[in-house]
């Protein structure tokens, strides 16, 4: 490998797949040999001074190839040519049918993965992991360890975030985050500000806190400025919790002039932010991070149930400050003692081969193509959504209630979630949250619109099966 510095300068190819191409040129030229170690990725970017993640890719390409096999723990190796590890074997392996359990209607799910090769490269990651399994099994420090911390900071960065180790945690979830959050930041009776309208889970955590929620009016761009500073004055509240891209149930992304204005009221008034970015990743060109604006004051949540899966049940949490954190630390670790030392493993390798950002771009590409059946067949103006979001927010027409119109869509597969579960401020009105994403397919998926935009199309006593 000691030329590869210089053929990568001459190559005209991306050099994650020069990096490929050399590997192919030595196993050929018998320069490497099966069963070779590579040299590890942090190791191989300093002596050729390139990125790690260039290297990552070039080392994902090269198993894509079949030129290379890597185990977790042990390194990247050149692959023997009879290993019967490969994507055929992993596609012959049945799914235990008692695991394929009903999904949950209630939660905004992203697109199901169903592409071959994705799930292929996905079962590849676990197989790998597998390969620590009994160390994984062990109770570990709560936060992660360094590899699992390198792989968080690098999947924060994409949202501008730069944060040591110190500030780094990984989680068991973005809703124990916050429950430990707000237990930290407020005392029982002391309130907190939201949306007026917001994600249900913080509704529950505030009320089993003993917490005062408040919600703060909104406009077509997020929270008022000005509003929040009026309840700034007068409540004295202890934290603003926000949902700022792709807003759960609303869509709402707020735009970068709206969240600077937020952040220096914030910044005024000493008021701790906390950034529940669930969706911050689904946009390719998301608004930064509310974290990157006010890092002194911002507690940013990236959860990976939405990127990734839900069933990882984790979330890489950056702190404001290490000082900070350690009451956090103690609330976490009394609560979770710590995230799953497996999933945290998966989740981390997926990062570093690629995996993770090929389902992320299949839940973009599908969350789109689900958004252009819903504007195929409803009529324009009857919902608000974003290109990219999992959900519809729906007014519904004259004479249709809340009650009725989810009991008439409780065959289709379609999950809807009445207004109540995420009004905070006044009472609740005739909206629903139509989720298009989990397990349920496109043809099903357009059935089940069809079947609503003709029953909105007159009130509910023509579409009623009761008698």
């Known amino acids: 490998m000691k030329d590869w510095a210089s053929e990568l300068a001459r190559s005209g190819a991306p050099r994650y797949m020069a990096i490929a191409d050399l590997i192919a040129r030595d196993l050929k030229s018998g320069r490497l040999q099966p069963g070779d ?19 990552a890719r070039g080392y994902v390409e090269a198993q894509k190839r079949g030129l290379v096999v890597s185990h977790v723990g042990r390194g990247t190796f050149v692959r023997e040519p009879s290993g019967g590890t490969g994507r055929a074997s992993l596609r012959r392996d049945a799914s235990d049918p008692h695991r394929d359990t009903a999904a949950d209607l209630s939660m905004n799910l992203p697109p199901e993965p169903d592409d071959p090769d994705l799930l292929a490269r996905m079962r590849e990651g676990l197989s790998a992991v597998s390969a620590s399994l009994v ?3 062990r109770y570990q420090a ?7 911390k390198d792989a968080a900071a690098a999947w924060l960065a994409r949202r501008g975030l730069t944060c040591p180790h110190e500030r780094i945690f990984i989680t068991p979830g973005a809703h124990p985050t916050l429950l430990a959050l707000l237990a930290v930041l407020a005392k029982p009776g002391e309130g907190i500000l939201s949306e007026e309208i917001t994600y249900p889970g913080v509704r529950s955590i505030a009320a089993q806190l003993g917490l005062d929620l408040a919600g703060l009016p909104t406009d077509d761009e997020g929270i008022i400025p000005e509003a929040f500073a009026e309840a700034c004055e007068r409540l004295r509240p202890k934290a603003l919790y926000l949902n700022p891209t792709l807003q759960n149930p609303t869509t709402l992304t707020i735009p970068l002039r709206r969240r600077e204005a937020i952040c220096a009221v914030a910044q005024r008034y000493r008021v701790p ?24 004051l911002t507690w940013h949540i990236g959860g990976l149930s939405k990127a990734i899966g839900a069933g990882l049940r984790l979330a890489y949490v950056a702190a404001p400050a290490a000082r900070a954190a ?3 630390v103690s609330a976490m670790r009394a609560g979770n003692v ?61 004479g249709w209630s809340r009650s009725a119109f989810i009991g008439h869509m409780h065959a289709t597969g ?8 995420f009004t905070v401020a006044g009472p609740p009105r005739e909206f ?16 089940g619109l069809a079947f609503m935009a003709h029953s909105l199309a007159g009130p509910p006593e023509l579409s009623s099966t009761f008698f």
């Open 37 to 55: 170690r590579l040299p590890p990725q942090r190791e191989l970017a300093s002596r050729l001074k390139i990125d790690f993640t260039t290297v």
């Open 135 to 137: 160390p994984l099994l």
């Open 142 to 148: 709560f936060g992660g360890d360094g590899r699992d």
């Open 273 to 296: 932010i906390i950034e529940d970015d669930a969706y911050g990743f689904i946009p390719q060109q998301a608004p930064q991070a509310m974290a990157a604006m006010a890092p002194d």
């Open 326 to 328: 350690w009451p956090f």
């Open 338 to 398: 710590m995230a799953s030392p497996l999933t945290a493993a998966l989740a981390t390798r997926w990062i570093e081969d690629g995996t993770a950002d090929g389902i992320l771009a299949f839940i973009r590409s599908e969350a789109a193509a689900r958004q252009r059946i819903a504007a195929e067949i409803l009529p324009a103006g009857t919902f608000r959504a974003d290109p990219l979001s999992f959900n519809l927010w729906m007014p519904l027409p004259e």
């Open 414 to 421: 379609i999950g809807v979630v009445a207004s109540d579960a």
């Open 432 to 447: 629903v949250r139509v989720s298009l994403g989990g397990p349920i397919g496109r043809e099903r998926l357009r059935e």
